[in-house]
């Protein structure tokens, strides 16, 4: 149900801090149950955003290392979706895919697709050149070479896109409500006068995205112990 | 020089150590060009011996090495490894039988230095049990720690450190061939000495069949058995023992590679262990004077040397020192430039014009000082027959 | 094939309401037709330009000093790493709570939002500036504000347009939301729908995706411009050129 800005709504709140749309700790003590389920649908919209964002574009990138010519199409294909405000897109897409989560994940996964795509590519090709001439020249095939060798020495860049998609999807997120996803959006949008919900509702969303950005940078200093190992003298 | 007959290795492999290497009117042409980077090269490198493949830049040595494990593909002729075409052969089963190591050394950043090592063996499909004792053999082979070394990273050790491993990394399986592009290349000159005085030791033991690629002559004639000396356009001028090239260069532009101080070259080909050495007159703090005098009187060397416990030497000792009843440690000098049996005597020359000194003690593998060589002993070097 | 056909049917009434005007649902009032649609983009172009006007005069002289000096560099990064995880619908609800509704209000929560990745990219550009080339011209004897203008600044150029790229596009976007504060722009069929009717806000989607891929190109071209001959022919700047942001750079 979309809200007209004219309707905007009136909640029934006699105490003096909440009529007047103040910063109201005991209102929000009472109250933060409301934000649990928003928070988790926010949260499993972004997740599977990622997530499928991440199985096609390194798909692609990994067919594109191959076959150079296709990373300008790719590119520039991704690069237009990435450029569409999501709004606007969610609403074009309206009449394709209706309503609902799906409308979000299409437009969310396209705006994650370039950055993904252009970061594994630039981690692959900064493999330096001597480490896949020794790699070929002991004898490890192409595929071996890409899954043992190359693709490990990207995960620092792969990880950093994945930093940067995650991140900036869970702002995107919010104006998911908008194509009928609910979300932290919708709460802070049923009541965007109301100090203390737009504090927690909006609050909720950057520690979603601080938590899950700090997650990723754990989850990359676990599986590339290299980087973390200082040079010795 | 070196016996040309297969060394017997005891490692967990059990194929035959070394490999004969036979390069038959081998070409490489590059689509559109008209002069081939190697033209029709041919010679045969006999089992366990090194032949390294010399010249100025563009003369397609590396080209021509790189041919024999495919990582460049042949146009014209053949390579033939233990007399089979390396063309019958799928390249990256081919690969895994020729020991690689290339002038960047090119390790796996992201890999511990046991697993880089043990990449190969990996491959093949040996037991866990099998490849950690492999990993220790190797790395205690090329003089590294197992215990400190293996969980390492590459990113953690020094230039000579990487060096060592990539050696390693390449003697895993035990190949029968090695291909080495400018291995020692990107370390230090002071290193780069003795990891080429290392690596002639570590040859004396495994006795490969080597493929060495370097433009810098010097280390040609130092390392080699035998010498290819290429020219541009990727073609042979000559293939000779590095004695007979130097004696009898086959024409204007070899002896012009190979440079005008020929002679000064020749003292590359001898080892301080192949000179006769003059006998220290050793002398230990604490002892009598009155022996250490005579030690001195009936040595060739003016001074006694006095040494520590292990026998390792502390510097050349004054007069002082011979003063009293005891030896006291008063010295007139470090015993510096110290020599060792392995350094060829060209670079012993140059040590010791460097510290100005007359002598230097020369000691074996544990510091152990075993004789002094003198600015003389080289001069009768010099004017001596070469010994081939 | 009939829901094709519905599709297009349903784009075909959108491009429809753009050149055409027509009663509005609720009655009373016209909506659509090229009128319209101007009296709804005008002041959004003027919230987005005066927006990143603002932005740029505030981040480009900081971000070139920062980097000038080699201060303040984690700042200057990880300002945009905060500001990606800040979502805009919540600033703007936040400004709107605390500040009330208003162009000028708006302006500045679109202020707030475009300044990140100008700055971050304005840092690293003139950090990444040679530093054989700053000191040679310290050495000809250069003030330090000379250098940043003469040297610096001109070759920090491509990636400090990138960042300008990278906060227009984001800031035309959010201004589709602009109506939540009391701005009517290009926003306003999508918000109040039953007023525009479902073509007019399908419309409006498609006006505001173009406005933002042509800004995008426009800006692109400009950036290609204004990349100095030598940078574009490397195969960094190349590479550069094609991926104009990388890790440690800054941020789409």
Known sequence: MILELAQVQIHNRTDTCESNNGFCPDWIADHFGDYVHPFFQHLILVGLTVAIGFAISFTLALIAYRRRWLINPVTQVTGILYTIPSVAAFFLLLPITGRGTDTALVALVSYVLLIIFRNVLTGLDNVPAETKDAGRGMGLTANQLLWRVEVPLALPEIMAGLRIATTTTVGLATLAFFAGAGGLGEKIFSDITYKSNVVVAGGLAVLMAAALDGLILLAQKAITPWTRAVAQP | MNSSEPAQHSGPSSRPAAATLEFRRATKLYPGQTEPAVDALSLEVPAGEICVLVGPSGCGKTTAMRMV???????????????????????????????????????????????????????????????????????????????????????????????????????????????????????????????????????????????????????????????????????????????????????????????ADRALKRLALQRVRDVDLWKAPLVRVGEHTTAARAKARDSEVPYPLLIDESGRPLGWLSDRGLAGERVTEELRSRPDPVLELDDVLR?????????????????????????????EILAHALRSEVPV | MTTTFAVLGEFGDAI?????????????????????????????????????????????????????????????????????????????????????????????????????????????????????????????????????????????????????????????????????????????????????????????????????????????????????????????????????????????
């Open chain 2, 69 to 259: 494990n495919r990582m460049i593909d042949i146009t014209d002729g053949d390579i033939l490894l233990d007399g089979q075409s390396v063309k019958d052969r799928r390249p990256a089963e081919l690969r895994r039988d020729i020991g690689y190591a290339i002038q960047q050394i090119g390790l796996f950043p992201h890999l511990s230095v046991a697993d880089n090592v043990a990449t190969v063996p990996r491959l093949l499909g040996w037991s866990k049990d099998r490849i950690r004792a492999r990993v220790d053999e190797l790395l205690e082979l090329v003089s590294l720690d197992p215990h400190e070394t293996r969980d390492r990273f590459p990113g953690q050790l020094s230039g000579g450190q990487r060096q060592r491993v990539g050696v390693a990394r390449a003697l895993a399986v035990d190949p029968p061939l090695m291909l080495m592009d400018e291995p020692f290349g990107a370390i230090d000159p002071i290193n780069r000495e003795r990891l080429q005085n290392e690596f002639l030791r570590l040859q004396r033991e495994i006795r490969k069949t080597i493929v060495f690629v370097t433009h810098d002559i010097d280390e040609a004639i130092k390392m080699g058995d035998r010498i290819a000396i290429m020219q541009r356009g990727g073609k042979l001028e000559q293939y000779s023992p590095p004695a007979e090239l130097l004696m009898y260069p086959a024409n204007p532009f070899v002896e012009d590679f190979v440079g």
């Open chain 2, 347 to 375: 670079d012993a020359l140059s040590d010791l014009l460097a510290e100005e000194a007359q002598y230097g003690p020369v000691v074996n593998e544990r510091g152990e000082v075993v004789g002094v060589l003198s600015i």
């Open chain 3, 16 to 252: 429809d309401f753009i050149f055409n005007s027509r009663e509005s649902r609720l009655g009373g009032a016209q909506v659509g037709g090229l009128g319209q649609i101007w009296d709804l983009m005008w002041p959004h172009l003027k919230l987005s330009g005066a927006a990143m006007g603002i932005a740029c005069l505030i981040s480009i002289p900081i971000g070139l000093w920062l980097g000038h000096i080699g201060k303040g560099g984690f700042l200057a990064i990880n300002v945009s790493n905060v500001g990606r995880a800040v979502p805009s619908l919540a600033l703007i609800a936040f400004f709107v709570a605390y500040l009330g509704v208003g162009f000028l209000n708006l302006m500045l929560a679109l202020v707030l939002l475009a300044i990140p990745p100008i700055i971050t990219n304005t840092y690293t550009g003139t950090r990444q500036v040679d530093r054989e080339t700053v000191d040679a011209a310290r050495g000809m004897g250069m003030t330090g504000a000379q250098i940043v203008r003469r040297v610096e600044l001109p070759l920090a150029l491509p990636l400090i347009f990138g960042g300008i790229r990278i906060s227009a596009v984001n800031v035309i976007a959010t201004a589709t939301i602009a109506p939540l504060a009391g701005v009517t722009t290009l926003g306003d069929p999508i918000i109040n729908v039953n007023t525009y009717g479902d073509e007019g806000r399908l419309a409006a989607a498609l006006i505001v995706a173009l406005l933002a891929v042509a800004t995008e190109l426009a800006l692109g071209a400009v950036q290609r411009a204004v990349t100095p001959r030598g940078l574009k022919l490397t195969p960094a700047g190349r590479r550069r050129h094609r991926f104009p942001i990388t890790r440690r750079e800054a941020i789409p």
